[in-house]
């Protein structure tokens, strides 16, 4: 019996069997996109493709040999702690010091795909489908749109999961493997949205031309400050990407203290966070619902998919960049606040970064450039940074708000126990 | 048959299997598309870049503007244009469209004369753009170059259907309607994306940080038929056309190889015109124009009405 194991073993081993290596995909979604949009009628040349894959493999390595270039004005290892990464990449196992290697093969990336494209083999099974980090954009963090996520912001996702999604807690890890995850994550995003500007800058080469020539050894001078122009061209890309990472930190939405209330207090605050929800300042009836069961705006697709296909009404641009490895598009619905489920977390803090920063990549607003800043007019028409707290409140306080005549409902059960929220 | 047997048969069948089928024909030879040599010159390259980039930016020879010129022109259409769509209102009706009143898509629009609305033409080159150099920057621009511009909406549509500013300028975003929009702005390449709710009556500042190759979406997702395009541009030269077609961008660099883009929302970047009558192709809409100082230059560019096709 175990003789015959073995052999099946040996055969396999003997006839060159196992998995090829890891390999970062193309980004052939975007590449279709700029290349469609510049007017490229026969989409991108082969050359052209195979000098952004070279210069990516040049400056961020393979999945099993990450690297990270240099960026010029920024300090090494500030945006992402470079020796963290060998933990996270290569096929799962162990060093001969026993510490760990393969950590996003093992944990993430069945979903998350080898490139951080969201397409691994469990994607496409899953609802909501799993981010794709090459577009640099996030969702659930403490910094407006258009600013990247802190360290600490991708950290708790990892550690909390994203609930009421395929997403699980990873609280279990050591706290070494879930920094070098999220390092890893980091370098995925950062990569991706290279590629994407290295596929931008594409877009102007001459058919035969590659993005930075290589250069026979012989080569003239003119050529090779040709090729430094190419070069610096495709560095203005990384750091550009880079500093954005960079600066995160520095733009983390402040959060007011939070008065503690008394019971009475905070009825009045939900009831007053409810006048919000309805009023045209905040607003979030017209996507949210009447009844705030997430059913005021449902036809509206995600910027991940959105930034393809538009509006989704022509099926025909669906099919082409489902066919080029777009998940089919999912609408997006607001949040049934009802169920008490907070995919960013439940912390008073998640909802207020979410209210006052929306979520990027997503329909929903940020309410930040309607809150009163001191120099604003008294008589303009703003919500105080306490309003916002009132709508977390009442936020809070929905999954447990009657549904059916939900006005007489608030007012009997506050009028029976004044002194007790809901 | 024992047991035994038939398991010891089963698993010589999976050796066999193991052996000529599943595992084996996953070997993959090396991507045709990466050569290692390659990867290891361009490696180089990019590493010894530092100090050779800026030796090469002593050196290299940069042309320079000798004077200014005005560009004027218009674009027309020739042929009959598609039937505005109506788009689909499906909320806020006495707002949105007051009286029952259909609102129709903007994605092109031509006025009886062939003028053909929101035509955009933008400096792309040569380079990046020196702003500030008051040789390339004619000092009339100076005084809006970190101004803030109005962005309005009233009955649910973008008052400016394409809206073109500098990076350095801020957009201040209205709303004149009396329900509430959110201005959901894309962003693309170093423009950020931005998305606020505009109560009714109130405003919102929009910095876009950075210039974007080509325009970008902007809608309102509680009003998801509202949809408008943007540019963000480093450079002052850029231009929408009226709903005439025409256009003009004063005081542009003269003497030096210039190149625009022209892009509409509908045919995306134009690349098939009828220039002074004679047909030409502008690869991915770029066109190239060296202008002579004082001397005002004319586009009138006819575009056949299969170039918004699609």
Redesign the interface.
């Given at each position: 019996?175990r003789s015959?194991?073995s052999?099946?073993g040996l055969?396999?081993v003997v006839?060159?069997?196992?998995?090829?290596n890891a390999?970062f995909r193309?980004y052939t979604t975007f590449a279709h996109k700029v290349a469609?949009?510049?007017?490229?009628e026969k989409g991108f040349t082969?050359d052209q493709?195979?000098g952004v894959?070279?210069?990516m493999?040049?400056?961020f390595g393979s999945p099993d040999e990450p690297a990270f270039?240099?960026i010029?004005g920024i300090e090494a290892g500030k945006i992402l702690n470079v020796s963290h990464l060998k933990l996270a990449a290569g096929p799962m196992g162990s060093d001969e010091h026993g510490n760990p290697r393969g950590l996003y093969r093992e944990h993430c990336a069945h979903c998350h795909g080898i490139t951080g494209d969201g397409v691994g083999p469990t994607a496409a099974f899953l609802n909501p489908y799993p981010r794709d980090y090459r577009k640099g954009?996030f969702k659930f963090k403490s910094t407006p749109?258009?600013q990247k996520p802190t360290h600490a912001d991708l950290k708790k996702i990892v550690l909390e999961g994203v609930p009421g999604t395929a997403m699980p807690s990873f609280k279990l890890l050591p706290d070494l493997e879930v920094e070098a995850l999220v390092e890893y994550v980091k370098y995925l995003a950062i990569r991706g949205e290279v590629e994407r500007?290295l596929l931008?800058l594409s877009?102007?080469l001459e058919d035969k031309a590659r993005l930075?020539s290589?250069?026979p050894t012989n080569a003239d001078d003119q050529a090779k400050?040709a090729?430094?122009?190419q070069?610096?061209a495709?560095?203005d890309v990384v750091k550009?990407v880079a500093e954005k990472w960079d600066g995160a930190a520095a733009n983390i939405t402040p959060i007011p203290q939070r008065q503690n209330l008394t019971g009475a207090e905070l009825a009045a605050s939900i009831k007053h966070g409810r006048e919000l929800f309805y009023g045209?300042?905040?607003?979030c009836v017209?996507?949210h619902g009447d009844s705030a069961l997430g059913d005021g705006?449902t036809?509206?697709y995600d910027?991940w998919a959105?930034?393809f296909i538009?509006?989704g009404k022509n099926r025909d641009v669906v099919r082409r960049y489902v066919s080029l490895g777009l998940l089919p598009p999912r609408t997006i619905r607001p949040r049934n606040l009802r169920q008490g489920i907070y995919r960013g977390g439940l912390r008073p803090i998640d909802l207020y970064w979410r209210i006052m920063n929306?979520i990027?990549?997503t329909?929903?607003?940020?309410?930040?450039?309607?809150v009163r800043k001191p120099e604003d007019p008294p008589e303009?028409?703003?919500l105080n940074a306490e309003e916002i707290w009132d709508l977390v409140n009442y936020v809070q306080s929905l999954p447990y708000e009657p549904i059916n005549n939900a006005n007489d409902a608030y007012r009997e059960a506050h009028e029976a126990m004044p002194e007790r929220p809901l | 048959m024992t047991t035994i047997g038939r398991t010891s048969a089963l698993l010589s069948c999976m050796a066999v299997a193991a052996a000529s089928g599943t595992g084996c024909a996953r070997h993959l030879p090396p991507p045709e598309r990466a050569i290692k040599t390659n990867v290891v010159a361009l490696r180089k390259a990019l590493g010894s870049a530092a100090e050779a980039t800026s030796a090469a930016a002593a050196n290299a020879p940069v042309a320079e503007p000798t004077g200014w010129a005005t560009i004027k022109g218009s674009f027309k259409l020739n042929g009959t244009p598609p039937q505005r769509a109506p788009l689909a209102v499906t909320k806020d009706h006495e707002v949105c469209a007051p009286g029952g009143k259909p609102v129709l898509s903007e994605d092109l629009v031509v006025d009886s004369s062939g003028g053909i609305k929101d035509v955009v033409i933008y400096l792309a080159g040569p380079g990046k753009f020196p702003v500030g150099n008051p040789k390339w920057e004619h000092s009339d621009y100076a005084a809006a170059a970190t101004g803030s511009s109005d962005y309005d909406q009233k009955n649910c549509v973008f008052l400016t259907h394409m809206f073109g500013m500098r990076s350095k300028q801020k957009a201040r975003i209205l709303n004149s309607d009396t329900v509430g929009h959110n201005t959901n702005i894309q962003g693309g390449g170093k423009t950020a994306p931005f998305n606020a709710t505009i109560p009714a009556g109130a405003s919102a500042t929009y910095d876009p940080i950075g210039e974007s190759a080509e325009p970008f979406g902007v809608s309102c997702s509680i009003h998801p038929w509202m949809s408008a395009r943007m540019i963000v541009r480093d450079s002052p030269y850029f231009a929408v056309t009226k709903a005439d077609g025409t256009f003009e961008i004063a005081n542009v660099p003269a003497g030096v190889p210039l190149e625009f883009r022209v892009w509409q929302e509908k045919s995306k970047f134009i690349q098939d015109v009828t220039l002074r009558g004679k047909q030409e192709k502008w690869k991915s809409g770029r066109f190239k124009i060296t202008l002579t100082p004082n001397e005002p230059a004319t586009m009138d560019v006819v575009v056949d009405v299969a170039a918004f096709g699609k």
């Open positions: 019996m015959i194991v052999l099946i055969v396999a006839s060159g069997c196992g998995a090829p390999e193309r469609e949009s510049a007017g490229l082969r493709l195979q894959d070279e210069v493999l040049a400056m270039p240099a010029e954009q749109v258009g500007g931008d877009t102007n930075i290589v250069l400050s090729q430094q122009e070069v610096a495709v560095k550009t045209s300042i905040a607003n017209k996507c705006q036809t509206d910027e959105k930034e538009n509006d929306g990027e990549g329909p929903m607003p940020a309410l930040a450039a309607n303009a028409k703003k | -």
